[in-house]
């Protein structure tokens, strides 16, 4: 298996225009996070999913953020309108109920100017 | 008080030498994870602890539910295990599957 996969790896963008994060969990696992990661905060979860459910989205900052799973295989974070705020590396990670591991993709690091 | 705390923030240590990373937590935990991440790179799971202590390779991970502390131990450390190391638990009274992340240890091993 190739990993959970995350697309794009940088985004550059400028304030007020939406972005989009994919990400693609490992075959198999049932439960999918997102994470935002800053110097200031450190790692956060905004969500996540449980058979394609959203379970806890207490951690998504505001309506700007909002997160689908319309299947097993793909995820989306978007913001709508991104501010320079929203800067920091995101990270997708899935999780096999069955042994706990999580495993996490290489992260997309987004640049709101 | 956080409800994860690591110790030493940073550590710097010589090619060879034996590392430890603490972790302390302060709520009841259902696992303990740690967690690897290289500099601007992605995040590895290293282990996933719920009692006892599990090796791979040069890492050992170790846990005491009862003193609610782990400790991460690297034997022979190499200039490539120069990385951040974050301790991450998932809380019996919290949401599901949430974790509760540490601070994070920033560790420079040097040649």
């Known amino acids: 298996d190739a990993g959970v996969i995350q697309s794009p790896r940088h985004e550059v963008t400028e304030m007020g225009q939406e972005v989009t994060l994919r990400c693609k969990p490992i075959?198999?696992?049932?439960?999918l996070f997102w994470y935002r990661q800053t110097m200031m905060r450190g790692l956060e979860l905004l969500i996540y999913?449980?058979?394609?459910?959203?379970?806890?989205d207490s951690g998504m900052p505001e309506d700007r953020f909002s997160a689908k799973m319309p299947n097993a295989s793909f995820s989306t974070l978007k913001i709508q309108p991104s501010e320079p705020r929203d800067s920091a590396v995101y990270f997708c990670?899935?999780?096999?109920?069955?042994?706990?591991?999580?495993?996490f993709g290489e992260g997309s690091r987004l640049t709101v100017l | 008080k956080n409800e994860v705390e690591q110790s030493p923030q940073n550590l710097t240590a010589q090619e060879g030498e034996f590392i430890t990373i603490n972790c302390s937590y302060s709520?009841?935990?259902?696992?303990l994870h740690w967690l690897q991440q290289h500099p601007g790179g992605g995040i590895v799971s290293l282990f996933m602890l719920s009692s006892g202590k599990k090796k791979h390779g040069r890492l050992i991970a170790t846990i005491n539910i009862q003193e609610k502390h782990s400790s991460l131990h690297i034997t022979a450390s190499h200039p490539r295990d120069s990385a951040v190391y974050i301790c991450?638990?998932?809380?019996?009274?919290?949401?599901?599957?949430?974790?509760?992340f540490g601070e994070g240890t920033q560790l420079t091993v040097n040649p």
């Open positions: 999913f449980n058979n394609n459910v959203p379970i806890d």
């Open positions: 709520v009841g935990i259902s696992a």
């Open positions: 075959s198999g696992h049932d439960y």
């Open positions: 990670a899935s999780r096999y109920r069955g042994t706990g591991e999580l495993f």
């Open positions: 991450a638990v998932r809380g019996v009274q919290t949401s599901g599957s949430r974790l509760t």
